[in-house]
């Protein structure tokens, strides 16, 4: 079993259950009394009504179940409509039965499908395999077992993270972005649902083409009345990979730094936290992406202990950067970079990462890939010598390794980098 669930999120399997069921049941009578008509006549005239503005997503409906049969445990979908919702943005095809299947049938819904499946072979062929192919060799040492994945700073880009570390059983992400409940169509017209499959294809234009999420856009491509947060994006990604999400559960965290299922009324409330359950049918084993929406420079984790203390109680993990800002290179950050040099056994970055001199050569085992380039010009001032003149030494030596993708500020360019870094064991 993966350490991750033993601190801080063991209480996800001890007292999460106990109040989840309490939890979910309210959650359920709440919501079907806020959206259903109060009788059966109503609720048939309610829906003949609005049936040409109105859509009917109601997450989740029931606790009806379906088992995955393979495997020695099957594992259970708890609410199938979150699966469906995935698809459907993701411009998958849905499953038998599913009762979304009635807004595939707009011309901008076929165009988005269209769109996503055509960028997806591209940006699968043109990186993400080779992303695949070099993690075999180059992360061989990370990916021997299924330690949790830390990727700060990242959105909701899972799907970079999972092409270099498919055997994580748990993802970490943190980001800027708020995380929203997925929209209710029952409230749009037509022409909004057909704007927000637009707003979806947007919003992942330029982690495709780039590689990374631009910051000063996000803040509009997953705001209300766009795509509604980011669980929707993020949700695609893991669909997309081949997987099918069993659950989704909003969280919190308390003063021992333990992750709880939060009993907070987030119909109309911006959510902290989010869990998705998810498994490959092809190998019924079950995963869980964890993101949470936190500032995470000194102030902003002063102003909330509880996460600070989940990120001390976190084991040992890999940790990844991509496209980062910076940010660890200011002074600002410096509560959160030595904690993650201590726990850390393995770090994989470009150079907006942690900074090279913080890496002591005495307990680190470093290598770099690609080309190492003065910094794009919005960060211009954050050029590091030192690791130039690393890459120079190595290079003079065959011994810097090539970078077979595009991944970063430099894309297109074909002067990336990345540096893969492994804690040395103490004897």
């Not at 899972?158 to 994580?168: D, S």
């Not at 649902?193 to 234009?205: A, G, K, P, Q």
């Amino acid at each position: 079993m993966n350490n991750l669930y033993i601190s801080p999120f063991y209480k996800l399997y001890s007292s999460f259950w106990k109040r989840s069921i309490v939890v979910s049941i309210g959650l359920i009578v709440l919501f079907m009394q806020s959206c259903q008509p109060s009788s059966p006549k109503e609720r048939e005239g309610s829906l003949q009504e609005n049936d040409d503005k109105n859509t009917g997503i109601e997450l989740p409906i029931t606790s009806s179940e379906n088992n995955i049969t393979k495997g020695l445990e099957p594992i259970k979908v708890k609410h199938r409509l979150y699966n469906d919702f995935a698809r459907l943005v993701a411009g998958l095809p849905l499953e038998e039965g599913s009762s979304l299947t009635r807004y595939t049938q707009s011309e901008a819904y076929k165009k988005m499908v269209v769109d996503l499946d055509k960028a997806w072979a591209k940006v699968d062929a043109d990186r993400f395999a080779k992303m695949r192919s070099w993690a075999k060799t180059e992360l061989s040492t990370a990916n021997q077992d299924n330690a949790l994945l830390f990727y700060p700073f990242s959105g909701p880009d899972f799907v970079n993270a999972y092409q270099f570390f498919p055997n994580a059983e748990s993802y970490l992400l943190i980001g800027l972005e708020t995380v929203m409940p997925f929209p209710d169509f029952r409230t749009f017209t037509a022409k909004m649902i057909d704007n927000y499959f637009i707003s979806i294809l947007e919003s992942v234009d330029d982690l495709f083409e780039k590689s990374y999420f631009f910051t000063r856009r996000m803040s509009k491509d997953f705001q209300k009345g766009r795509t509604e947060g980011i669980l929707p994006v993020l949700c695609l990604f893991i669909v997309r990979t081949g997987h099918t999400i069993a659950d989704i559960e909003k969280l919190e965290i308390n003063k021992q730094g333990e992750i709880l299922a939060s009993a907070i009324d987030t119909v109309n409330v911006k959510l902290k936290g989010v869990k998705i359950s998810f498994f490959n049918p092809q190998d019924n084993q079950l995963k869980t992406v964890y993101y949470f929406r936190q500032d995470l420079s000194n102030n902003g984790l002063k102003q909330n202990p509880n996460f600070m203390k989940m990120l001390q109680n976190l084991p040992s993990c890999n940790t990844y950067f991509k496209s980062a800002s910076y940010l660890l290179h200011y002074p600002y950050f410096t509560d959160l970079r030595p904690l993650i040099l201590e726990k850390s056994k393995s770090i994989l970055q470009d150079d907006t990462g942690v900074p090279f001199r913080f890496f002591d050569r005495a307990k680190w085992d470093l290598a770099v890939y690609g080309v190492y380039d003065k910094p794009i010009k919005d960060f211009k001032r954050m050029e590091q010598k030192d690791l130039k003149n690393f890459y120079d030494s190595l290079k003079s030596l065959g011994a810097v390794k090539p970078m077979p993708f595009d991944l970063g500020y430099h894309w297109g360019k074909k002067d990336n980098n990345l540096m893969r870094a492994i804690k040395k064991i103490n004897k």
